[in-house]
């Protein structure tokens, strides 16, 4: 009841069935594994975005990091998909569930209701589709990269560095972690920290 009186006026102008005679604009595989996530889709060659799970999140279900990778690859790709018709393919079942009809878990609900608003925003429609694992080879290879030239600074060495006196220009606002600039994925969180 409380997704319907929140977004009731909203779905009220737009058309929920999905249109058989719409073509997809875009295609979308993602994959998410114990360690990542990534998704690719082709425009002027492949466009792939990848990144690596934070502890707290290698913990979730697999459910809760396919959701996520789904969210991170829309706004990844937020600049290109924008107004776009996507036929998406995930390897979770239970993911593509929630996205069509929600779930009784809060944190699953809340990530497809994220994911639902953020389409809602920014005129994404978003047809989404299992497929079997054997389907997505090239998402899961991707999900499974470990950066191990990733550039960070953890809370903890940023506050050991503090009791040298050394700043670390990071505000607590920050995510402590600074993604490289180079990175060979799509990524819309690449933070530039400069002179």
Request: glycine share 4%.
């Given at each position: 009841m409380k997704f319907w009186l929140a977004y009731a006026k909203e779905l009220n102008s737009k058309?929920?069935?999905?249109?058989p005679v719409k073509r997809s604009n875009f295609?979308?595989?993602?994959?998410?594994?114990?360690?990542?996530?990534?998704?690719?889709?082709e425009l002027n060659g492949e466009q792939i975005?990848?990144?690596e799970w934070e502890s707290h999140e290698r913990n979730?279900?697999?459910?809760?990091?396919?959701?996520?990778?789904?969210?991170?690859?829309l706004n990844a790709y937020h600049s290109i998909v924008k107004g776009s018709y996507l036929k998406w393919f995930s390897d979770s079942q239970s993911a593509v569930k929630i996205i069509?009809?929600?779930?009784?878990?809060?944190?699953?609900?809340?990530?497809a209701i994220r994911i639902f608003e953020f389409c809602?925003?920014?005129?994404?429609?978003?047809?989404?589709?299992?497929?079997?694992?054997?389907?997505l080879e090239r998402a899961d290879y991707i999900s499974r990269i470990i950066d191990i030239?990733?550039?960070q600074l953890t809370a903890v060495a940023s506050s050991s560095l503090k009791s040298y006196g050394v700043r670390t220009r990071l505000t607590?606002?920050?995510?402590?972690?600074?993604?490289?600039l180079t990175s060979i994925f799509q990524d819309s969180g690449i933070q530039v920290v400069t002179g």
């Open positions: 058309i929920i069935k999905d249109d295609i979308v595989y993602s994959d998410a594994s114990a360690t990542g996530c990534s998704a690719h889709l975005c990848h990144r979730k279900s697999s459910t809760w990091r396919a959701l996520a990778a789904i969210e991170y690859a069509q009809v929600g779930s009784m878990k809060e944190g699953l609900h809340d990530l809602a925003m920014n005129d994404i429609h978003l047809n989404i589709q299992w497929i079997p694992r054997t389907e030239d990733d550039w607590a606002l920050q995510i402590i972690t600074i993604r490289k």
